[in-house]
Each structure stands twice: as structure tokens, then as C-alpha cells.
């Protein structure tokens, strides 16, 4: 064989390989919809809120909890404190919510917020909550669908 042969086979198995390897073998459906941060904003006292229905599988953006995404977009860490001014048992979660008004089943890039509230406050979806400080950061999502 000559060596430009050589060179040819050797490029051609490398081509090939590259080609059928594992990690570009994903397909379309094994591609998990999520939603994407978009900005912060604020709300004053006195914003009313719900939970969004069916976000619970909504996958965390590079894996990290709502809460942690919260703390860093908005740069402060609400500990047991909810944005409704309760006292959380543990400390508040990162709740997906919409604004009063919205549907609590939000469609394909709809804007749903993260604000802190207590577990108990996100299990409860028939729960209409109030914003209790003025100037509360929240974070908003371009929001993904099933």
C-alpha cells in the first residue's frame, strides 16, 4: 500500500467512527423540552399569583434546583422566607407561578415566574397567593410544554 492509501483509510475510519458514535446519536424525541431563563423582574405587594398545574417535570436549567436559580438570578437567598411573607417550616422552594390572569396551564413560551413560597404553598393548587414586599425579584421563564 502506499502511503497515500494509507493516509485515505486511515481519515475514512476516523470519518466513520466520528459518524456512529454515541454522543450524535441522539434522536429528536429524546430531547427533553424545558424552559429557558428569560430575564428578572419585580412585583410589588399586593401581586396576586398561582401555581402553574403539571410543572413538576419541568427539567431544571443545567440541572441546578428553582431555588438555586432564583438565588442566583436574583442575587439574594430567601432562606424559610415566602414571597407571600409566610415563615417556611424549611426553607422556601423555587415555585413556578403565573400571574392573576394567566391560565395555571400555561401554553408553548408562555412567561412563568419563579418565586420562593413553602412546600406547602406549592401543593395547594387552588391556592391564590399575594405578593407581601414591594420590589420582590422574579425570575421569568420562557415556559417549555409536554
Same mark, same amino acid.
Given at each position: 500500500?502506499?502511503?497515500?492509501?494509507?493516509?485515505?483509510?486511515? %481519515? !475514512?475510519?476516523?470519518? @466513520?467512527?466520528?459518524?456512529?458514535?454515541?454522543?450524535?446519536?441522539?434522536?429528536?424525541?429524546?430531547?427533553?423540552?424545558? !424552559?429557558?431563563?428569560?430575564?428578572?423582574? %419585580?412585583?410589588?405587594?399586593?401581586?396576586?399569583?398561582?401555581?402553574? @398545574?403539571? !410543572?413538576? $417535570? $419541568?427539567?431544571? @436549567? $443545567?440541572?441546578?434546583?428553582? @431555588?438555586?436559580?432564583?438565588?442566583?438570578?436574583?442575587?439574594?437567598?430567601?432562606?424559610?422566607?415566602?414571597?407571600?411573607?409566610?415563615?417556611?417550616?424549611?426553607?422556601?422552594?423555587?415555585?413556578? %407561578?403565573?400571574?392573576?390572569?394567566?391560565?395555571?396551564?400555561?401554553?408553548?413560551?408562555?412567561? %412563568?415566574?419563579?418565586?420562593?413560597?413553602?412546600?406547602?404553598?406549592?401543593?395547594?393548587?387552588?391556592?391564590?397567593?399575594?405578593?407581601?414586599? $414591594?420590589?420582590?425579584?422574579?425570575?421569568?421563564?420562557?415556559?417549555?410544554?409536554?
Amino acid at each position: 500500500m502506499t502511503m497515500k492509501t494509507l493516509i485515505m483509510l486511515f %481519515v !475514512s475510519f476516523f470519518i @466513520i467512527s466520528g459518524c456512529s458514535s454515541s454522543a450524535t446519536s441522539e434522536s429528536p424525541n429524546s430531547i427533553v423540552p424545558k !424552559s429557558t431563563f428569560k430575564n428578572t423582574t %419585580v412585583w410589588n405587594s399586593g401581586q396576586k399569583f398561582w401555581n402553574v @398545574i403539571g !410543572s413538576t $417535570d $419541568d427539567p431544571k @436549567i $443545567d440541572h441546578n434546583s428553582w @431555588i438555586a436559580i432564583y438565588r442566583d438570578k436574583c442575587g439574594t437567598d430567601p432562606g424559610k422566607l415566602s414571597a407571600t411573607g409566610a415563615m417556611c417550616p424549611h426553607n422556601a422552594l423555587g415555585g413556578h %407561578v403565573v400571574k392573576d390572569g394567566q391560565s395555571q396551564y400555561p401554553a408553548k413560551n408562555s412567561a %412563568v415566574y419563579i418565586l420562593p413560597i413553602c412546600t406547602s404553598e406549592n401543593n395547594q393548587p387552588s391556592l391564590e397567593m399575594t405578593v407581601a414586599a $414591594d420590589d420582590t425579584c422574579v425570575v421569568v421563564l420562557n415556559y417549555w410544554m409536554k
